[in-house]
């Protein structure tokens, strides 16, 4: 696979973050073919752990074809980090744009640069619990829609057993070391969508398609069917508030879903680990799971 120039600070980069992700962690890359090997292209990935960025680059400087993320342009203008950032190619959102494709403008010429732009089409880390992805951002099917090239849906799946989203105290655990799982699979087909007007029923419907199929990725590394329907979380938040998520086992089970899951022959339907029904407080009352943070805006819109 022929090597883009990566560059002194990308480099630098990988120097720095490699060596503790290989302590840390062990490695399942998959489906490294279907990452062009020249020309522009766009990733779409999930993000379910605030590690996802490293081990995603990490999968992806390991093709030779670096991504280049979103990020809020102010970040570009403030010392050492706005060196990085402008160092390893990173790309600024304007989100003062007038129109909705020009927020995007560098991401599109970075594209026709033959670069790949990454885009977390979640906007933000996923609140549902069991860490499927939500409703997607219209952002990475403007851009898809723009430039037409080749749109590649990638899940990933371990970081988040290690730093789960929104984590409380005890909550993170590096050991014993997961498995960082990363797969990429084929170019989604958005060929019918081209030459349509970008209206907001299309976009929503690229959305879509494009948030399928990395649920589709995602569901091969698990082994289990997702939901069938998507989190909304935004329109969950605006209807009864913040929402609820329950803590995590190592298996990324919740512990709620340990308690539902019987043992055999066991017909009070305790926990298989637990022993333990539903988990009361001194008083007898239900405990109820850990809250998350108000919903924040992501950066990939």
């Known amino acids: 696979m022929s090597r883009r120039r990566i560059g002194f600070w990308y480099r630098l980069a990988a120097v720095l973050l490699k060596p503790p992700l290989v302590l840390f962690f062990k490695r399942d890359w998959r489906g490294m073919e279907h990452i062009p090997e020249s020309g522009g292209f766009i990733t779409v990935v999930n993000h379910n752990s605030a590690l996802d960025p490293l081990s995603y680059a990490h999968f992806q400087y390991n093709t030779g074809r670096v991504p280049r993320f979103l990020a809020k342009v102010g970040l570009f203008r403030s010392g050492f980090v706005g060196a990085a950032m402008r160092g390893t190619g990173q790309i600024p959102v304007f989100r003062e744009s007038k129109d909705a494709i020009g927020a995007f403008r560098a991401a599109v010429e970075a594209i026709n640069k033959g670069e790949c732009v990454a885009f977390y089409p979640e906007g933000t880390l996923t609140r549902d619990p069991r860490m499927w992805p939500m409703k997607g ?113 190592s298996d990324g089970r919740t512990h709620a879903q340990r308690e539902e899951q019987p043992q055999d022959g066991n017909k009070n339907g305790r926990s298989e680990k637990s022993g333990r029904g539903d988990r009361t407080d001194r008083n007898g009352r239900s405990a109820q799971p850990d809250a998350a943070p108000p919903a924040a805006e992501g950066e990939n819109a």
């Open 137 to 249: 951002k219209t952002g990475a099917a403007r851009v898809a829609l723009e430039t037409r090239v080749p749109v590649i849906p990638v899940a990933q799946w371990g970081a988040n057993l290690a730093v789960p989203p929104y984590p409380k105290r005890g909550d993170i655990k590096f050991f014993p070391r997961k498995t960082l799982i990363v797969q990429a699979g084929p170019p989604i087909d958005l060929s019918e969508f081209y030459g349509k007007e970008a209206t907001a029923a299309v976009l929503r419907e690229v959305t879509e398609r494009i948030m399928d199929e990395i649920t589709a990725q995602l569901a091969d590394i698990r082994g289990e069917a997702p939901p069938a329907e998507r989190l909304d979380h935004r329109r969950a938040a605006a209807s009864s508030g913040p929402e609820r998520l329950p803590r995590q086992e």
